[in-house]
């Protein structure tokens, strides 16, 4: 039998989580469908911005995110939505990748958004044969090497920040004159002595034969257009997770972003987003942003039921 | 000689505390000067619904948000602001309550609101002596008493639930059908056995002597109009704390919340506002919309620095 929910929470990042867990205390009945749990924020090492904790790893972050909405009694569901349908009765039937099928009242897209990718010849080849876009997952393998970092931005200065402590040796190549992570990130990083910033800037290309060896730089950095890598983390910012929803015929902007109301209610009738996928927050992509935007659209969602 | 900040944050709840953390990892020189360090939440017992935290209570989470503000040396300062005024260089100067004078760059407005009144008689003249808008400050003094509560919000219904455990019995006094606090509460409270629900009631006036002893109703409940009481709490919702900000010719809406636009930024160039007060967030009045709203302004100015 097709279960039935008042709300099908798509994601399981902070947004969706947070969702859930207002949902919950609402008495909405809900389920949360995501590919990993926690969402990119896994992915984070230091959190120093969640309001309260000094100090906290991505980890730990979702580990508590997950137990805190659990505790409701709802599922977490590790597998990704397929389709969504709309039905003549104005509900919703959503088909799940592990071959699951929801009736629901209403659906919250909450798929955030993944990473940008460069672009430039080899970065597919090799990828997962040098090639990374997440340094907190994969960095471990670089103990003692010598690593690339791509990007300028709150990411790609801490994670070059973490690699600093594993390798040998690590470059952050960044397109522009400036970096423009925090300061906290910054001035940390300039402490660290095995660090090279080589500014304005762009990786060209990556070579290699079974495995990553080099990059070609746009600019001669130290006499020399090469240099020799054992890896390549690439950190330079998201896009929108909007396969899924194409189809819903949902608005977004020149960016992809999903339009929404500042309740969290996109075009489409039933059908609310929260997150980094959305317009929302003046798009900026913090955890607090993101579990805000699921909050608002649960409490949009709880009077829409009501009526 | 006068202090000068990148920004100063005037209002010390979660909006301006996390503005705080965010506008400090920014390397942002800031300080924030509220009366009440945590702001309302100091007056909430349970927090059900922070991302990970299955039950933290008021005081707890304000401690560690106040610790983690402090954890880079930022100055919360226990005043309020008199004044701000605008410097023909299109700076700003802020004169506090107690004598103490800025200049900054920026503003943040993030002064929240205020508990909403009945507006009936009695209430004022009675206010510390019966009456309180803040159970969890005040319940202790009724062990063993009988109380009323007026509302039918998540506030009210708590407040209740709190004062069941402590008082030897509660009334809950709402003016409509229905309660609108999340089903949690509201399955919660149905469970305590000491407390009464009256729908569809108002409280029309607060009697007594040298302190609170009965209120009238405006509907007979049990065959009469008046219920004799040792304590009311007017949990009744909030308005914003908008006198600070009147003489700076900050645009409001009819509900008198300062209109701000995604980014926080208010109708005058250089002040931004965040939290309870403003427009943002569908007016959903969260710690966790607050704290959101605090971040995605100073990440606006931020960017307004830097040019």
Chains 1, 2 share one sequence.
């Not at 039905?87 to 940008?116: D, P, Q, V, Y």
């Not at 990553?212 to 600019?219: A, H, P, S, T, V």
């Not at 997770?241 to 992809?256: S, T």
């Amino acid at each position: 039998m097709e279960k039935k929910y008042d709300v099908v929470i798509v994601g399981a990042g902070p947004a969706g989580l947070n969702a859930s867990v207002y949902a919950s205390r609402y008495g909405l009945k809900n389920v949360v469908v995501g590919e990993i749990s926690g969402g990119l924020v896994t992915q984070t090492t230091e959190i120093g911005n969640w309001l309260g904790e000094k100090n906290i790893n991505g980890f730990e972050f979702v580990q508590k995110a997950i137990e805190h909405t659990k505790s409701f009694g709802t599922e977490i569901i590790a597998s990704s939505v397929d389709q969504i349908k709309k039905t003549e009765e104005g509900n919703f039937e959503i088909l799940l990748a592990n071959g699951e099928k929801f009736k629901s009242k209403t659906i919250l897209i909450a798929t955030g958004s993944k990473h940008r990718k460069l672009g430039v010849p080899g970065e597919k080849e090799f990828l997962g044969k040098g090639v990374s876009y997440c340094a907190t997952c994969d960095g471990f393998f670089y103990r003692e090497k010598t690593v690339g970092i791509v990007g300028g931005s709150d990411s790609a200065v801490s994670a070059a920040l973490y690699m600093s402590d594993i390798a040998k040796k690590v470059y952050l190549i960044y397109r522009k004159d400036k970096l423009r992570a925090e300061t906290f990130w910054v001035n940390s990083l300039e402490k660290a002595k095995n660090v090279e910033i080589i500014y304005s800037t762009n990786v060209k290309e990556i070579k290699g034969k079974d495995k990553l060896e080099k990059i070609l730089l746009d600019n001669i950095y130290k006499g020399s257009t090469e240099i020799k890598l054992d890896g390549l983390f690439i950190e330079i910012g998201f896009t929108p997770n909007i396969e899924l929803i194409k189809n819903l015929g949902l608005e977004i902007d020149n960016e992809n972003y999903i339009k929404i109301e500042q309740n969290g209610q996109t075009t489409i009738n039933g059908v609310w987003a929260a997150g980094d996928i959305t317009t929302g927050s003046n798009k900026f992509k913090q955890i607090i942003t993101a579990a805000s935007e699921g909050a608002i659209a649960i409490n949009s969602i709880q009077n829409y039921l009501k009526k």
